[in-house]
């Protein structure tokens, strides 16, 4: 293909009718051209001539006919998830994990650095620094590859990507996580409070996927929530939802301090280790561990009572480190609830083990792509366009590189 | 006008055309016959049609023209909010209030009927007809002129309009509202909680109009509340939401018991007098009453950080019986929020007395209307229009009887 069709010379018109076009082979596996020029609206010649652009350009790509088609079939385009990346990042107290996905969500690398909640501020970034490289040299990017970054945090994140508030992390309050990232990749920044993004991927492809009301249990050193209602994150008019473990009456302060004092651990030990060696002893049928569970259980269950009572969810989903011992955790739990609710909703364990923050990462990098692409199929104006015409790589149609 | 024309031979499609017309002139407060044809997509000739119809129905009016105008301007049409009534009904512990509107919401007529909390059902159920059949004297209507109604009452609230559960009225739970008052009135008839339709109520036309994430504190002998998230009454999944105040942690259901246990209170007094003394003790200068004011906020506030840090709404709205002596509480709740809340949320007090939970219920009975005409106006079913058909009275489109 030429220069010319590939880069800034491209009409409006013809980047409008290829995102038209894109955006409805996103929504099926696969089209004919008769179908494409149907849903689009645009003539079967201008259909054509954007086709067979987008198959150049490598967005759109033709499906195998079925085995054991009778006569000629017409020709069925898919689009290609492929055609770009996006990052999704999880800066947590026990590891920085990043992960690159394709458009349509499917993993294809996941790095991993391990970090302790003991460290300050420069270790903590260096990990990531390092997690993310990692990752896209795994997925051999660069870092202009990269559509848009989802990067989750503790503590309330403003809206320009700053940790405000951080008592999870030591020197993490102020850190501008969104302006770090932003000299590591080319894309678009996103950052959001880590339990919220657990809840938004348990919502995207986690056992709460089917349900509209759910609320997100985080448990582990420190307990979180994160709020899905009528099916879409509740963030808050300050960003600051889900925080009711603030309030001593939620019991979710001093929930944790159950495990963490139990005696027969070493002394010496840390407190992960020590609530290890809580699970441990009660799976092995120690009665006192079992007992320390229970208060464990009962002092948790106060605040996922308050926020049952109040928004009475179809479900609640247990994640967080603990998730890991759901075993010992989910039954006592339901008793709890059961003892304090009009209307015990059903509660399910994540199947997402520790990468569910970092899934929900994911989730927000490609909300953004997603978002782009369908302002720009819709009514995009020329200076987006001429924005998007200036990025580099092989690939006409691209979200700009704003940040949100 | 003759018969043929607002009865049941009304052909469908010129029931659609009527319910286009009627929908486009209830969004704006005049419009002349070009411009209905333009919105509506009818041609001229039948929106001169359905205008003239739809006039001699008592559906539309025209505007007078403006004094001094030149010319011969073009008439201006508008909607007849008053061709339609809706009933609200609160039935509550100490009144049950009637309100009817026209459908734009104006209250027409307001009938009050004391009640006790300690009254068995039948007691107040025959308060509830006597509260009706005011109203409808009151406003000149009869049981077949009221298109929809909408009641409060304490408890949860099944999807039939019966109540499930009522801890603060005797023989309550297991009434079915919706029943009783399907007996006396003809519309449709919609059943809810009293504290979500506050909530409804302040969303609608209340201090809470312009903001999106609300929560709507009842206090009074038993504190209640009501949430607006992203500008919709938020129910949950059993429409069980708002049921904080059942958990103990919450502090709700001991509160009230500091005011009510007010030593210098006449010992043979009721709880609204002790309460009602205390707040005047307390206006007069009496210290030991403005402890207990200071007790019962507190405890009200551990509830309330509950829901703020849970949600983090715009706007707590403090509504309710003792939102009357909101100059004694307003202060001291801000500074407990204060003590507990990431972000303290503006904190406003109701504007509605006690009439609050009507106006809710009155804003559920025009939804259901406002709704009924949206989807008449879209892709209305021949049953939809023959059942509508068959109503008395002169308007030959009308929401059909049907219960939600």
Redesign the interface.
Known sequence: MTESSSGGDLSQLRRLNSLAVITVLREEPALTLTEVSRRTGLSRASTEDVVRELLELGWVAVVPAAAGAVGRPARRFRFRADAGRVLGVDIGGHKVLALVADLDGAVQYTARVAVTPSMGRRERLAALDRAVADALAGAGLTADGVWAVGAATTG?VDGTGRVM?SEALPEWTGVDVAAHLRRLVGGPVLVENDSKLAALAESWRGVARYA??VVVILAGLRTG?G?I??G?L??????????????P???WIRAQDHLTAWSDADPTADRDSAVAAVFEAARAGDRRAAAVIRRYVRDVA?GT???V??????LVVLGGGFSRSADLIVEPLRRELDR????T?EVRVSEFGDEGVALGALRLALDHVDRELREYAGLGSPERFSRGSRRSGAVAVTPPATTS
Chains 1, 2 share one sequence.
Do not use: Y
Not at 309 to 314: C, K, S, V
Not at 340 to 343: G, I, T
């Open positions: 309330l508030l509209k009301d929530t709020l209602i009528d879409k509740h963030r808050g008019f300050g960003n600051a939802a889900g925080e009711i473990g603030a309030l009456a939620s019991g106060v009572a308050a926020l009572l109040t928004l009475d969810p179809e304090w609710c009009l209307r909703p």
